[in-house]
């Protein structure tokens, strides 16, 4: 069975910083791309970030570039996202997600970040 359990969510006033993990379990971690996505009250999900297997490739949506950042441990089989200079607009339920893009095809139940003062 495929598992993938996020941590890290929390809340955190605009301009602070959050790192959320994936403990993905089921499957072979570095044999797939992973992302993660969110979804914000009221809006449909929204891909914001990739990393290939390896680990050396990755892409952002370009509302969070510059301010994420996505890494993985293939050896802890982790998936991790480094958020930087949170904004309100950040507010959001955050899952980790295997695969990428159109290739996505298990999600986690998520993690919930709210940036507010």
């Known amino acids: 069975e495929v598992l993938l359990v996020e941590s890290g969510g929390g809340m955190v006033q605009p301009g602070g910083s959050l790192t959320l993990s994936c403990a993905a379990s089921?499957?072979?971690?570095?044999?797939?791309?992973m992302s993660w996505v969110r979804q914000a009250p009221g809006k449909g999900p929204e891909w914001i970030s990739a990393i290939n297997r390896g680990g050396d490739r990755t892409q952002y949506v370009n509302s969070v570039k510059g301010r994420f950042t996505i890494s993985r441990d293939n050896a802890k089989n982790t998936l991790y996202l480094q958020m930087n200079n949170l904004k309100p607009e950040d507010t959001a339920l955050y899952s980790c997600a295997r695969g990428w893009g159109i290739g996505i095809n298990a999600k986690g139940q998520g993690t919930q970040v709210t940036v507010s003062s």
């Open positions: 089921g499957f072979t971690f570095s044999s797939y791309d």
